[in-house]
């Protein structure tokens, strides 16, 4: 497996072996001594999820202000947008964001850790992400980062509104949100 940093040292870009020939592929989507290995990361992934959106779906900018949750993403059909922004006040990176394309075609996955926030928007007619949590959804705690907010500067590749979800259209902007110590 092969890390690829990003602008955000926490966040990273996993590049998996994969094993092709002309019957198709191999690749081991989640190894716990591989990904610790590589990352230097010990983590306990307990739930896993499915999502699936249409182009110009907007997700986003989702966390859990309790039960933080860190997530490792993989796009298995299509291509997104992916976003995280650092909402840890102790960090040094504390409000600047990361964005990068994942895609079926690279097979490439995402680790972002908890205390930040997330979110994609679909680039292709369909994308389907799964992803693991390392805490359960508590929607008690979950709280939407307002996804155009300006102090974040995020340049979402869309070209008009994007279909949002009314909690996503309500997001609450980085100077009012909840954040992490």
């Known amino acids: 497996m092969k890390v690829i940093g990003t602008g955000i040292p926490d966040v990273l870009i996993l590049e998996p072996k994969v094993l092709g020939d002309a019957r198709?592929?191999?690749?081991?989507?989640?190894?716990?001594?591989?990904?610790r290995d590589a990352t230097g990361?010990?983590?306990?992934f307990v739930q896993d999820n499915h999502s699936s959106s249409r182009r110009g779906v907007l997700r986003g900018l989702h966390y859990q202000i309790r039960q933080a949750q860190g997530k490792l993403l993989r796009v298995i059909a299509g291509e997104v947008f992916d976003v995280a922004?650092?909402?840890?006040?102790?960090?040094?990176?504390?409000?600047?964001?990361?964005?990068f394309n994942l895609d079926a075609t690279s097979k490439r996955t995402a680790w972002i850790p908890p205390g930040f926030a997330h979110g994609f928007l679909v680039l292709s007619e369909q994308a389907e992400l799964l992803y693991k949590t390392t805490d359960y959804y508590a929607p008690e705690h979950e709280r939407v980062l307002l996804w155009n907010d300006p102090t974040l500067?995020?340049?979402?590749?869309?070209?008009?509104?994007?279909?949002?979800?009314?909690?996503?259209?309500?997001?609450?902007?980085?100077?009012?949100a909840q954040t992490y110590s």
Do not use: C, H, M
């Not at 198709?24 to 990904?35: A, M, P, T």
């Not at 922004?85 to 964005?99: E, H, I, Q, W, Y």
């Not at 279909?163 to 980085?174: K, N």
């Open 85 to 99: 922004v650092d909402l840890r006040r102790s960090a040094p990176t504390f409000g600047k964001t990361v964005s």
């Open 24 to 35: 198709g592929f191999f690749l081991e989507s989640y190894n716990k001594r591989v990904f």
């Open 153 to 176: 500067g995020i340049r979402w590749p869309v070209q008009g509104e994007p279909i949002l979800a009314e909690r996503d259209r309500r997001g609450t902007p980085l100077s009012a």
């Open 41 to 44: 990361l010990d983590v306990e």
